[in-house]
């Protein structure tokens, strides 16, 4: 069984188990499966506008992706209180933590850490900023996202830089035993 035939199953289920909490991506369709809910999840485009909020947005999706990758790597899709705590835990560790944790583990090369931790550089700036004017970023010289290149030189990275996270959280998806799993949501 693949996530396909899986999220066919799954989607004429009546009934779904609450034990199960799993983000699945399915060629360019996300779902969120929670809490006996199957939603529909992100886009697998990030559209980023040339403002706070929207800069903000596309940083907490890749964040919550961060995290799935790593409930996937000690709880796979348990729903139950292991999950919990570790959510509880995971939103207690700085992402430059889990950034790093992900090079330990290899999931992340060289290269594609230090381009997402000047990427959430620029996130952290932004928090602390009321516009966009104020903060900078830094991929080899420092550039002004308020600038039209500067912004665009940002919006390209971050672009690629979903592409290839959501090309490391299918790999780890497909370590999934999905009929196990269908099992899991019957019961």
């Known amino acids: 069984m693949n996530v396909s035939d899986f999220l066919v199953t799954a989607k004429k289920q009546k009934k779904i188990s609450h034990k199960v909490r799993l983000y699945i991506i399915d060629k360019n369709k996300h779902y969120f499966l929670n809490d006996g809910i199957l939603k529909n999840g992100f886009d697998s485009k990030l559209d980023i506008l040339k403002n706070r909020d929207s800069v903000l947005s596309a940083f907490s999706k890749m964040a919550f992706l961060f995290d799935e990758i790593i409930r996937l790597r000690i709880v796979e899709h348990s729903n139950q209180t292991d999950s919990k705590e570790l959510l509880y835990l995971l939103n207690l560790v700085p992402i430059n933590r889990k950034i790093r944790t992900f090079l330990d583990w290899g999931i992340f090369g060289p290269e594609y850490t230090r381009d997402m931790s000047r990427l959430f550089e620029v996130r952290n700036d932004t928090v602390h900023c009321i516009s966009l004017d104020e ?43 999905w009929s196990r799993l269908l099992e899991k949501l019957k019961s």
């Open 135 to 177: 903060v900078n970023y830094n991929p080899k010289n420092s550039i002004s996202l308020s600038s039209v290149n500067g912004f665009k030189k940002f919006k390209t990275d971050m672009n690629k830089a979903w592409e290839n996270l959501l090309k490391i959280y299918i790999a780890e998806q497909e370590k999934i035993d």
